[in-house]
């Protein structure tokens, strides 16, 4: 598990005249295959920190064909929490699952909204997600947590993968300088809701081009 306890922004905006108002609504899109053992715990998980924070909010889970029950797991709680569940006929990848459910929770943002994007195998702590919301109504329009902050540290996550993860991250800093950003291929983001309608209305299917667990919407 990312134990990721600061986090960095792709870009921040000017400042407003008037302070941005508070998020409306908290949309957490989890890109889903596979996942039965761990897809129950982590809504459970959402719903507990969102809830202890008063924040409203929506789960929209994107099954990427599954071959297991995690379809069935999800929609368990669709009578008791605000958990909607899409998905996919067949594996089309985590690059389409992402885009498809980024496309649809921009359809259902409003402006004030924010979109937040996490793994489904509980590798993310939601309750990070009250301090990346103050972030974003701050006026930063996303958000990262970063394993390369100072002072934050991995656990339970393979040396392949990480030493994967470390190169990427180096490589995408050399060739795509972002300023705030650290970590390229971290799924746990938040965007604001006005600025990612208009990033997927710009680029179309092009807003997620990788395929992999680099996957990257274009911001830049």
Not at 48 to 75: F, I, K
Not at 138 to 157: L, T, W
Not at 214 to 220: M, S, T
């Amino acid at each position: 598990m990312s134990d990721m306890i600061d986090s960095t922004s792709q870009r921040k905006t000017p400042s407003p005249r008037h302070p941005p108002a508070a998020a409306a609504r908290v949309i957490v899109v989890l890109p889903a295959y596979n996942e039965e053992q761990h897809i129950a715990s982590l809504i459970e998980k959402i719903d507990q920190a969102l809830s202890r924070q008063s924040l409203t909010y929506h789960v929209l889970v994107v099954d990427d064909g599954s071959l297991d029950r995690t379809v069935h797991a999800a929609e368990s709680y669709q009578k008791q929490l605000p958990v909607t569940v899409y998905s996919h006929e067949f594996n089309q990848g985590l690059g389409r699952t992402i885009r498809d459910g980024l496309r649809i929770a921009a359809e259902m943002a409003s402006a004030n909204d924010t979109v937040v994007t996490m793994d489904a195998d509980e590798t993310h702590i939601p309750g990070l997600i009250p301090r990346m919301l103050q972030s974003i109504n701050e006026g930063r329009d996303v958000v990262i947590p970063s394993r390369y902050q100072s002072g934050a540290c991995v656990v339970g996550v393979s040396f392949l993968r990480r030493t994967l993860s470390f190169g990427a991250s180096l490589l995408f800093r050399i060739v795509f300088p972002t300023s705030g950003v650290r970590d390229f291929t971290c799924g746990f983001r938040a965007y604001r809701g006005d600025v990612l309608r208009r990033a997927i209305t710009t680029y179309g299917d092009q807003f997620v081009e990788s395929d992999g667990f680099a996957a990257w919407p274009k911001f830049y």
